[in-house]
């Protein structure tokens, strides 16, 4: 089984709907991440949690929110999608005995029409 | 503030063939350094990092790294390419942060195609 997972593979929504994309891990590490990909882009950070009562701002989170709901959940929230916010979105875990080697879920692709 | 560029966008290998992919950095630490793989489809892999030990790392699938502080570059090698090597491979730096947070920083991506 794999370690971490995401709900849904595959997203189609219309501009200004509400979606969440949700993470969950069975690694039992405390840090999870949201990232998401551009062609070009690489990868880049929306929000990132070192446990459930800390969520920490990335370098894209406008448009985007988070919830922690236990260690192993880490969802993130399209309060109102848009087009530009069609992308592949990733999850990823870390912990500190790890150092920062992150593990990556199979991401998410998401189409705002 | 760190940064990281992969010099290629696209390679293209006969299979048998060696692989090169180029990444070049910028740092003002001693740099943590990672190669991920990602397979149509499916999420990143790590293929290997470098943490100040070994310059020369090897990973998985035969694949290995030399990080050269002098030339700031973390090269890609692989001595015989496989059709299932064909896939997009990102280079990473690790950016030392506050709090005790490394934030991982991503090249845009190499992808690898691999020819019979």
């Known amino acids: 089984d794999a370690d971490v997972t995401q709900t849904p593979r595959n997203r189609i929504t219309k501009t200004g709907k509400r979606i969440m994309l949700e993470c969950s891990q069975t690694k039992g590490h405390d840090r999870m991440y949201w990232y998401r990909q551009d062609p070009g882009l690489g990868l880049r950070l929306i929000y990132y949690s070192f446990d459930v009562k800390d969520i920490n701002k990335g370098e894209i989170s406008d448009g985007y929110s988070v919830s922690r709901q236990a260690q192993a959940k880490f969802s993130l929230s399209l309060e109102s999608a848009i087009p530009n916010q069609t992308a592949l979105y990733f999850c990823?875990?870390?912990?500190?005995?790890?150092?920062?080697?992150?593990?990556f879920g199979p991401g998410t692709r998401l189409l705002v029409l | 503030a760190q940064s990281v560029t992969q010099l290629d966008s696209h390679v293209s290998v006969s299979e048998g063939t060696p692989v090169l992919l180029r990444c070049n950095y910028s740092?003002?630490?001693?740099?943590?350094l990672f190669w991920y793989v990602q397979h149509p489809n499916k999420g990143l892999q790590l293929l290997l990092k470098y943490t100040s030990a070994a310059t020369l790392v090897k990973g998985i699938n035969g694949f290995e790294a030399e990080f050269k502080k002098s030339e700031t570059s973390f090269h890609l090698t692989k001595p015989s390419a496989h059709m299932s090597d064909a896939a997009e491979y990102f280079c990473?730096?690790?950016?030392?942060?506050?709090?005790?947070?490394?934030?991982?920083?991503f090249g845009a991506g190499t992808r690898l195609a691999v020819h019979p």
């Open positions: 990823a875990t870390s912990d500190l005995t790890g150092g920062e080697t992150q593990y």
């Open positions: 990473v730096v690790s950016d030392h942060g506050s709090g005790g947070y490394n934030k991982l920083i």
């Open positions: 740092s003002s630490y001693s740099p943590s």
